[in-house]
């Protein structure tokens, strides 16, 4: 079972002064508008937030559905862009995993990950003992979990109150903190390399490639970050 006292620790955890709770929320707001704007009653944008929960996962969803996409496209665009959360679950998976928890606890557990509660966790767990974090990770999720379905709510019901520039202003608020909150987690030179490499080399891929320049400038800064820690380490 899921300790009570670990998991409301967890949840409450979207209290704190650094959480993400109101960049998530402004984003999710933007989701809520877009959804409607494609067409979606308010019971398919609550579902959609529901089990896609992933900010960009929702935006594609959007996006496919409104240049008319096929069913296979939209769950391959969605499917694909959401495989991004891997390394986070890779690097996740070895703080929480016990022999104490039983399978469908990490079953669970999975559909939680993404950028916002995985930062929480990182800048939390040390003060959690290992064989409860499972259930305080489990917390943090829920929290992130029902503030982007609350805030899909919202947004549906305000979206004629909603211009296009307000839409992109509340939808780039989620990133402009995962870059802030990036940056206060810059305490290695691998993550620091990442980090500052990605940022300039993206918009020089953009002269290349428009449609995959963060994609290659992500992919080429974080390899040679990765060499460099080889390196160092060797």
């Known amino acids: 079972m899921i300790k009570s006292n670990i998991f409301l620790k967890g949840l409450f955890s979207i209290k704190r002064l650094d959480s993400p709770a109101i960049a998530l929320g402004a984003s999710f707001v933007a989701i809520g508008a877009l959804l409607k704007n494609v067409g979606f009653t308010i019971q398919e944008s609550i579902f959609s937030s529901f089990l896609i929960y992933a900010l960009p996962g929702s935006l594609v969803l959007a996006e496919s559905i409104f240049i008319g996409a096929s069913l296979i496209n939209i769950f391959l665009a969605v499917w694909l862009v959401n495989a991004r959360l891997y390394p986070l679950t890779v690097s996740l998976m070895p703080l929480v995993m016990t022999k104490k928890h039983p399978r469908w606890k990490y079953v ?93 080399l993206s918009p020089v891929f953009y002269f290349i490639t428009p449609e995959w320049c963060i994609l290659f400038g992500g992919i080429a800064a974080g390899s040679i970050a990765f060499l460099l820690g080889e390196k160092s380490v060797n």
């Open 108 to 200: 669970l557990s999975c559909h939680f990950v993404a950028v916002s509660p995985w930062l929480i966790m990182k800048s939390n767990y040390k003060k959690i003992n290992k064989e409860d974090r499972l259930d305080f990770w489990i917390g943090i999720g829920t929290a992130n979990w029902l503030i982007g379905i609350f805030a899909t709510i919202i947004g549906y019901l305000s979206a004629d109150y909603l211009n296009k520039d307000m839409l992109i202003g509340l939808a780039i608020v989620n990133p402009i903190y995962f870059t802030c909150a990036m940056i206060g987690v810059m305490e290695s030179k691998s993550i620091s390399v990442a980090i500052i490499l990605g940022a300039l």
